[in-house]
Structure formats: C-alpha cells, structure tokens
C-alpha cells in the first residue's frame, strides 16, 4: 500500500467530503491502487473558496454536528485510504474544453495540473500517528496491517 501526505482540509475531503480528484504538480508515476491518506503538518492556503469544499463541509456538519470546520484534527494521522484508479493530465479530462463548466472532470478539479482520480474512501475509526514526507511513498508491513485491522482486508 502507497501513502500521500496531503494538506488539510483537502485530506478530510478526499477521505469524508467526495473529493475525487487530487491535483497534483507531476503525475506521481504509474501506481494504481489503494492509497492511505495521511493528514500534513501544515494547512493549504489556498483554493478554500472552492464551493465543494463548503458543500461537503456542510453536508458532514449537518449528519455529526460541528462547532468547527471537521478538518482542524488530526495533523500528523492516517485518516483513511482510497483507491487511485487513474492519473491524467487535466488537457486530457473527459470534459476538457472552454465550454466545460468548472472545473473540467470534477468540481475538484483545477487546470494545469495531473488528476489524480480517487474512489471508495474508507475513513479510519481511530486515526493512525505517522510521519508525513512528499510524493506517493510505500507504507511499511506493520503499518499497513493496522490500517486493515480497521477497514478488513487486503486493500
């Protein structure tokens, strides 16, 4: 299993809020397959006005209630894996063109960047303390199994 250490609240909404796309400045190489999420030491700075962003942030406080925006935990944590079914450049998403309504394939979606397209979140109950470093890395056996003790199976 890959990890990818990602910003928040762009981890929370791939792993809770239905982000299926992250974009990312080079394409990451030729993996498929599931991906633990880990959650950055920093915060993104920018793209916070993305209208899916608020959607899902919502969506999730309206079913669990939230005094905060859900994304203000769990710096420095596995909080769930996904699946990585495809990587492309956004030229060529399905969608491309100037007469595409934002953002090309996904509302997460932006232009000039690789699409990594991701499905089938599974959150993790108990979020897993673990380093974070840049680019899509192999996990190690142990961590692996505690990530499956939680979301069954071998993903």
């Not at 596995?78 to 509302?107: F, K, M, Q, R, Y």
């Not at 979140?121 to 840049?134: D, S, T, V, W």
Request: proline content about 9%; glycine content about 10%.
């Amino acid at each position: 299993m890959r990890i990818l250490t990602v910003r928040q609240p762009w981890a929370w909404a791939i792993v809770h809020g239905g982000k299926d796309i992250e974009n990312s400045v080079r394409s990451l190489g030729p993996y498929r397959g599931p991906v633990a999420i880990h959650v950055a030491g920093k915060y993104a700075t920018e793209g916070l006005d993305l209208p899916a962003l608020d959607d899902a942030a919502d969506a999730w406080c309206a079913i669990h209630g939230c005094a905060d925006h859900p994304w203000f935990k769990h710096v420095g944590h596995i909080i769930g894996v996904v699946d990585l079914v495809d990587v492309h450049h956004a030229t060529s998403c399905p969608t491309h063109g100037e007469s595409a309504p934002w953002p090309l394939c996904s509302p997460w979606a932006e232009r000039d960047t690789w699409h990594l397209v991701l499905e089938a979140p599974r959150p993790l109950a108990n979020p897993i303390p673990y380093r974070g470093a840049l680019g899509l890395r192999t996990l190690p056996d142990d961590v692996v199994a505690r990530i499956h003790e939680q979301i069954g199976g071998a993903s």
